[in-house]
């Protein structure tokens, strides 16, 4: 059984806020977007979004981004939260509003506080994904923040027009609090 | 011991590197006052990540010094070592003075 307090999870400069369908018409309009392209196909209109966000199993929690203000900026998600087996898998990680977190570290600050998330609260021992081979930034971004690579799935992902490979990632628990802690404390403390 | 010219030089690859992957028009400059972190930076978070990340590299493997740039030590300066180049300069003449 997995906890669902379904609360607000609170950082300085960001707070990840539940996912609700009423989100549906921004993250649709979000996912339309150039910066999804490494992201699976979503949606393809706001009601299918609508209905997609209300289907969410328990085994997930949807947040969405929100400035401490509470304009919402971008989506991200821990995905098959498997508590027989202690891990689980951060996704759909976008900031919709690039403009808007300028100067502010909002990427860092979301992924701490869903590492808390899953490291503190859910006891988890492990957070693992996959990032597309194309992806360099992101995959440089993940293993900064403490991810290994732990292998590489060839020709994985058909994604902007050709195959690419999936990069394996994988964090585990003490890896996350002496080196992604650290770094991510580093990265929203000097701004 | 590295001098603040050959900092100052890999810093200035890093940022080649991102402007690589950018296009024409949103090229980042490589000058001291570039400002890497902040309100008015053009690096996003994943970009400058991506620039630490090739600078604390270049610092390993090419000089052999183990120097971690984001750490508690950055995060205990009054100022930080990430507002512009000059300042990430700085802080990196800083760690490589004092052993890493």
């Not at chain 1, 950082?11 to 339309?32: I, K, M, S």
């Not at chain 1, 989506?75 to 502010?104: C, K, Q, T, W, Y």
């Not at chain 2, 030590?73 to 180049?85: C, F, G, I, K, N």
Request: charged share 20%; net charge negative; proline share 5%.
């Amino acid at each position: 059984m997995i906890p669902q307090p379904a609360t607000t999870l609170r950082g300085r400069y960001v707070n990840l806020r539940p996912l609700r369908v009423a989100d549906a018409e921004l993250t649709f309009a979000w996912r339309q977007s150039e910066r999804t392209a490494f992201l699976h196909r979503g949606a393809q209109s706001v009601a299918e979004q609508a209905a997609w966000i209300g289907s969410r199993p328990d085994n997930e929690r949807n947040f969405v981004i929100e400035l401490a203000s509470g304009q919402p900026v971008g989506m991200l998600s821990l995905i098959a939260i498997d508590m027989a087996n202690r891990h689980a898998e951060p996704a759909r990680f976008l900031i919709g509003e690039p403009a808007a977190v300028r100067g502010i570290p909002a990427a860092v600050e979301a992924m701490k506080l869903l590492y808390q998330l899953a490291f503190d609260e859910l006891q988890l021992q492990r957070l693992y994904g996959t990032v597309a081979s194309d992806n360099t930034l992101m995959t440089k971004w993940q293993k900064y923040l403490g991810m290994q690579e732990e292998g590489r799935l060839r020709r994985h992902l058909f994604l902007g027009g050709h195959f690419q490979d999936a990069i394996c990632l994988g964090l585990l628990e003490h890896e996350y609090r002496t080196r992604s802690l650290p770094r991510m404390n580093a990265l929203i403390g000097q701004t | 011991m590295l001098t603040s010219d050959e900092i100052e030089t890999i810093i200035y690859t890093a940022i080649g590197a991102l402007n690589a992957e950018r296009e024409p028009n949103d090229q980042i400059p490589a000058t001291p006052t570039t400002a890497l972190f902040g309100v008015d930076a053009m690096l996003d978070s994943l970009s400058f990540v991506s620039l630490i990340t090739d600078v604390e590299a270049a610092l390993n493997v090419d000089h052999g010094l183990n120097i971690s740039l984001a750490d508690d030590r950055a995060m205990s300066r009054p100022e930080s070592p990430y507002d512009t180049v000059a300042t990430l300069r700085d802080y990196i003449l800083e760690l490589t003075e004092g052993g890493g």
